[in-house]
């Protein structure tokens, strides 16, 4: 903004990355005396509220053809690249790495970052933090994040802790790269991204509730193809 300095430090994102590492060792720890079926109702209300979430920002949309388009060439886009086989083979080498002690380590850090990124906190937040320092957004999407992490931890285990790393890598892309972003990523243009996104995060509820196993990585590029196709949009 003019007149501000900008201080690109990260400090939002490192935050926020600290606070799924201390909320997910926390979760992890609770874990260890809760009773297997104690665990999987915790997982399957957890599963709901994040199909809420989802819910919550698909119908931010202000025009659903936008968002059936973004889908149907994400999908092309993404089975063409094959995104979905690429991460579970890095959630394999992960739960290989960590032993199965720890349970499937892959899926929780997959799942987590889907949660995690996909969204317009993380977006506009990492954007304010790069240009102006104002990392505000971001120190509200810690307490979420870090709330929500010790629910998950509890549930899938030490994934959830690795997946401050994408938190790390993603919102301090877009922080080291905020004049960019914010030349393109108009209100409209975040809020179709978003919808995209929460429909994606529907689809993990239904897969973390063991209904319908889907390639939902295959479907990531829909949220930057949601952006393209609102920018040349008519209005």
Request: net charge neutral; proline share 2%; hydrophobic share 50%.
């Amino acid at each position: 903004m003019p007149g501000e300095e900008k201080k690109c430090d990260m400090k939002g994102t490192l935050v926020n990355a600290a606070t799924v590492l201390v909320g997910s060792g926390i979760g992890m720890a609770l874990k260890q005396g809760i009773p297997l079926k104690y665990q999987e109702t915790v997982m399957h209300g957890l599963a709901l509220s994040v199909g809420l979430i989802g819910l919550q920002m698909a119908l931010k949309t202000d025009n659903i053809l936008i968002v059936i388009i973004s889908l149907l060439v994400g999908a092309l886009v993404g089975e063409t690249l094959d995104i979905d086989s690429l991460l579970l083979r890095l959630g394999d080498w992960i739960t290989q790495k960590l032993g199965k002690q720890y349970g499937n380590a892959g899926e929780g850090f997959v799942t987590a970052s889907l949660v995690y990124c996909i969204g317009a906190m993380a977006v506009v937040g990492s954007i304010q933090d790069g240009l102006t320092g104002n990392a505000d957004t971001l120190y509200a999407k810690s307490m979420l994040d870090g709330i929500s992490s010790v629910v998950f931890a509890s549930g899938m285990g030490i994934g959830v802790a690795l997946s401050s790393i994408s938190i790390l890598v993603y919102q301090g892309m877009i922080t080291l790269m905020a004049g960019l972003f914010s030349a393109i990523l108009s209100d409209t243009v975040i809020r179709e991204m978003t919808a995209v996104g929460g429909i994606l995060i529907v689809g993990i509820s239904l897969s973390m509730l063991e209904i319908k196993k889907m390639r939902l990585a295959n479907l990531l590029p829909a949220i930057p193809a949601a952006a393209a196709i609102t920018l040349i949009w008519p209005h």
